[in-house]
């Protein structure tokens, strides 16, 4: 059985002109399939957990929206039972689908879930930080604390705007108020501690991300030796005390070329712990996790099943 989360809204409404195409075709194909269209924030996570917590059959869950939508889905999932996921890509990002090469033809893409010849295990990342309470959060692309967090939510207010200001094509706005906020960047003092027992302080940090995929934002290949299905995750951390600096390292993450900056350090670890100094911005796969100071973060390896 398929089971299909669209989210119109994506790519400031790509996704339900991508889903009307796609109807159309398995309209023609005699499959049994239900879709639930989302509305707000949290309605594919929630749809997600109906789906997975009843029973125990097969069933396949494609998500087609943007890397949000598909961090939803991987927040609602439980794994009570054979699960597996497709995604057709339909937001600005895309970086899922960057990473692992999946078709750009939402039609292609359909027709080779259908077939269903190519399963990929991949990891997952869980967050933790306490907000009140301890919160518990997944992701399949990458969280960051810091500069690239602020830029995330720079992207999410302006979309809330609902067309207040103007805004540029997609990934060019991106790029924008990822510059803009770059020039804004102050650094913070803190540390890392990697699988419990190694640490490492730094007196300039911009940005800490930890990676399963190597993109993240608009494109930016800020981990490019993250595998997805290895079990660890990829970490990049940017510091340095000149400010200036920072633009041709985010210039140079556009093509895959980050490491050869001085003031970009890589990691590799199964479990990471950040403390900073004081509270900066944190997201997952793009989506808001508000400002934090102490975040916990660890791999858990292929355990989700994404036909591809």
């Given amino acids: 059985m398929y089971y299909f989360i669209v989210n119109p809204g994506a790519g400031r409404g790509r996704g339900e002109k991508i889903w009307k195409k796609l109807e159309s075709r398995l309209q023609h194909t005699g499959l049994e399939y239900e879709v639930s269209v989302t509305e707000k924030t949290g309605d594919a996570a929630r749809i997600t957990a109906g789906l997975t917590e009843r029973g125990a059959e097969s069933r396949t869950i494609v998500a087609v929206g943007g890397d949000g939508t598909l961090n939803e889905v991987i927040n609602g999932l439980s794994?009570?039972?054979p699960v597996t996921l497709g995604y057709i890509p339909a937001g600005i990002g895309s970086n899922l689908a960057r990473s692992l090469k999946l078709p750009k033809d939402p039609a292609r893409g359909l027709k080779?879930?259908?077939?269903?010849?190519?399963?990929?295990q991949l990891d997952y990342g869980i967050?933790?930080?306490?907000?009140?309470?301890?919160?518990?959060r997944r992701f399949l692309i990458?969280?960051?604390i810091g500069l690239d967090a602020q830029v995330c939510q720079r992207m999410l207010a302006a979309q809330e705007s609902q067309g207040r200001w103007p805004r540029?094509?997609?990934r060019l706005d991106f790029i924008l108020k990822g510059i803009v906020q770059t020039l804004c960047a102050r650094p913070v003092k803190g540390y890392l501690v990697l699988d419990g027992s190694r640490k490492i302080e730094f007196n300039h940090i911009y940005f800490i991300s930890a990676h399963i995929q190597p993109f993240e934002g608009a494109g930016l290949k800020l981990a490019p030796a993250a595998d997805g299905s290895d079990g660890f995750l990829e970490i990049c951390v940017v510091h340095n005390s000149v400010r200036r600096q920072l633009l041709p390292i985010m210039a140079d993450a556009l093509f895959g070329r980050i490491g050869r900056h001085r003031g970009v350090r890589f990691y590799q670890c199964q479990e990471l712990q950040v403390h900073m100094e004081s509270p900066v911005c944190v997201h997952t796969?793009?989506?808001?996790?508000?400002?934090?100071?102490d975040i916990h973060l660890r791999c858990i390896g292929r355990k989700v099943r994404l036909v591809m």
């Fill in 79 to 81: 794994f009570r039972g």
């Fill in 112 to 120: 080779r879930i259908l077939e269903g010849k190519i399963v990929k």
């Fill in 127 to 136: 967050l933790s930080y306490e907000c009140g309470q301890p919160v518990h």
């Fill in 142 to 144: 990458s969280c960051g």
């Fill in 168 to 170: 540029l094509p997609g």
């Fill in 285 to 293: 796969d793009g989506e808001n996790c508000y400002s934090q100071k």
